[in-house]
Antibody, heavy 124, light 106 residues
Framework: EVQLVESGGGLVQPGGSLRLSCEGS????????MNWVRQAPGKGLEWVSY????????YYVDSVKGRFTISRDNARNSLYLQMNSLRGDDTAVYYC?????????????????WGKGTTVTVSS | DILLTQSPATLSLSPGERATLSCRAS??????LAWYQQKPGQAPRLLIY???NRATGIPARFSGSGSGTDFTLTISSLEPEDFAVYYC????????FGGGTKVEIK
């Protein structure tokens, strides 16, 4: 069964750090780009970060640039998100999601497998 | 950045009715847009990719159409399990999501 399982969420004080992990199974992890997507309480989905299959291309949403670092270890089938200088507006459920690029245009891209999410709460 | 605007924000319908959801992009996406369904307490689920292709296991009552800047997700006859929030998503350089449309029971 193709699966993604996140871990590492919790309660952290403003200014603190947290490292999220996402372990993939049932597929060739190293063949896929990966994403972190978050959802604040009662809000919509917000894409946070992207990493290509080889880690050569990385993107972040502006609000986390300089504070979050995405990485992956293909030997361990794992994706990570190091979150530093956490703020209250980082409070959310964080999902990892597998990215699939279509055979045609670069524009063809969707996320076909999602984990159940891990909750990050930033509060004093 | 490309902005995705979904409308309406909320759609109140009865089971058996047809649902039509809109996603408008601030610039052309050709035929490349995805749709997701999310139920309370659950992760999003891929419904449609490349504007009109159903993902694996998605019932035929879900269909997607559109190109350029205007896209539509249609649910031909709402089942009780279809009441949820729906998001569109694009990727020009990086992915972004629309704000969502909640389909609620009337």
């Amino acid at each position: 069964e193709v699966q993604l399982v996140e871990s590492g969420g919790g309660l952290v004080q403003p200014g603190g750090s947290l490292r999220l992990s996402c372990e993939g199974s049932g597929f060739i992890f190293s063949s896929y780009s990966m994403n972190w997507v978050r959802q604040a309480p009662g809000k919509g989905l917000e894409w946070v970060s992207y990493i290509s299959s080889s880690s050569s291309v990385i993107y972040y949403v502006d609000s986390v640039k300089g504070r979050f670092t995405i990485s992956r270890d293909n030997a361990r089938n794992s994706l990570y998100l190091q979150m530093n200088s956490l703020r209250g507006d980082d409070t959310a459920v964080y999902y990892c999601a597998r990215g699939v690029r279509g055979s045609g245009s670069y524009l063809s891209y969707h996320m076909d497998v999602w984990g159940k999410g891990t909750t990050v709460t930033v509060s004093s | 950045d490309i902005l995705l605007t979904q409308s309406p924000a909320t759609l109140s319908l009865s089971p058996g009715e047809r649902a039509t959801l809109s996603c408008r992009a601030s610039q052309s996406l050709s035929s490349y847009l995805a749709w997701y369904q999310q139920k309370p307490g659950q992760a999003p689920r891929l419904l449609i990719y490349d504007a009109s292709n159903r993902a694996t296991g998605i019932p035929a009552r879900f269909s997607g159409s559109g190109s350029g800047t205007d896209f539509t997700l249609t649910i031909s006859s709402l089942e009780p399990e279809d009441f949820a929030v729906y998001y569109c998503q694009q990727r020009t350089i990086w992915p972004t999501f629309g704000g969502g449309t909640k389909v609620e029971i009337k």
